[in-house]
């Protein structure tokens, strides 16, 4: 039965080497029809207090070596919420999102540091637009920006030289393109430090976007939902990492019946 | 300097295709030193109760066309758990989480059911440990499973017929094979209804475990952090899916500095 399923999907997937970019789909929905899928507000009762970066990136820093990567972004932000705004944050269980570490339990799907991100900002913006648009600016982020640039103030594992540009929100690939250039095994000190200053840098950038917000000031650097208008499915822009040369062409999810 | 990464990492890769499974690497740590990596409880103060499956994959399937994905799973379970126990329960934000659709805003990464799933695991379990074996044998269900089996008592779409084992927790893998089977496109009410039933077959299995658990019977499935011991690396078993014909040996890990 699973070589059936991976015939078909070979056979779909191989039609095509074109460039991906500017295929456009005339929607901008997802859920089903489109008065299904609108954006809508809530009231999750996490207030919201602007915060001092430096402070959010050592904490996260800090916190990895216990705590792995989605649970020390969790930390980084709200810790210093319990100390200034209380609330709710006060008994918010930061270690409830640990088991997304590794990509989901070390499956290596979407990078922790993201998972953790997008849990805060969903719980403070009280708006499906704007928490997606924010999760949709940290995926950019993080797959286009050399990473991990964060200096800790007391390295606590070992010095690191190498940063690398991951091209994707996927943990494996990210991590394995680290390890690649940085000759490092994923059981060193080493591969530890990179991912514990990964998520301080994303914890960083998340808080700038947080802050901004606050202000009335967040404005989203990328267009929502361009992976599913460009490509007429969940996607990214790194299609060569895993289609090879055999990269489907958009137009033939025009061929599938609507 | 993206290219420079490239060509290192496609040489990183291409090394062998030997087989993959069963290279044991002598840890079972991830985040640094052993000390650091232990597993511990915590309270996050959200209550369990037993659940009736049934009503948790109804409640998740109507949900999906409105709140998509991550946060049909966490209606699922919480829904009847505000009426179950009350508490902590009341107030949580259920739709924070919907930024994870689609694998994190349309990324395709981690199904979005997987992270909604885990999010009330967390919550729930109160142990990393616990909290990570249910995740992982979550990903095993999902992969390893032709889903959606689940049967709405109303369907609100559209009938549907095609089931397909996903081999992974990646969104875009996982859909995109169903839509090759099933011959839809993504922006399809059949697609819409998939994901809407592949929710309710999360949510349905979660519960399963989630009541277990709280009978003291639940045990893991699957052997946590199979992935990292057997490649050295965060991972899954569908290796071909990306590399092709050149999947990396895990022996290459042995070679990277330690």
Chains 1, 2 share one sequence.
Not at 18 to 42: C, M, P, Q, R
Not at 222 to 238: D, R, Y
Request: hydrophobic letters at 35%; proline letters at 3%; glycine letters at 10%.
């Amino acid at each position: 039965m699973e070589k059936d399923i991976d015939e078909s999907r070979r056979s779909f997937i191989a039609t095509s080497g074109k460039a991906l970019a500017g295929v456009a789909i005339a929607s901008s929905i997802i859920g089903g029809t489109a008065e299904d899928a609108s954006a809508y507000s809530y009231n999750g009762g996490y207030k919201y207090q602007k915060l001092d970066p430096g402070e959010v990136g050592e904490i996260t820093y800090k916190n990895y070596f216990k705590r792995w990567c989605a649970s020390s972004v969790i930390a980084g932000i709200v810790e210093p919420l319990r100390r200034q705004v209380g609330g709710k944050w006060k008994d918010f269980p930061i270690d409830a999102m640990r088991w997304a570490h590794g990509g989901m339990a070390g499956w290596g799907c979407l990078c922790g540091t993201l998972i953790g991100a997008g849990t805060v900002v969903g719980l403070i913006t009280n708006d499906t637009d704007i928490a997606e648009e924010m999760a949709n600016d940290l995926c950019f982020y993080y797959s286009y920006t050399e990473l991990p640039s964060y200096q800790p103030r007391k390295i606590i594992k070992t010095k690191l030289e190498d940063m690398t540009l991951a091209g994707t929100p996927v943990c494996h690939i990210s991590v394995g393109r680290w390890m690649a250039a940085a000759d490092k095994a994923f059981f060193s000190d080493a591969r530890a430090e990179r991912c514990a200053r990964l998520a301080a840098n994303v914890a960083i950038e998340t808080t700038h976007m947080l802050n901004k917000w606050k202000d009335g000031r967040y404005k989203p650097a990328h267009e929502l939902q361009f992976n599913l208008k460009a490509h007429g499915i969940t996607s990214q822009n790194n299609c060569m990492d895993c289609h090879g040369q055999n990269v489907p062409s958009a137009e033939i999810y025009k061929t599938l019946d609507k």
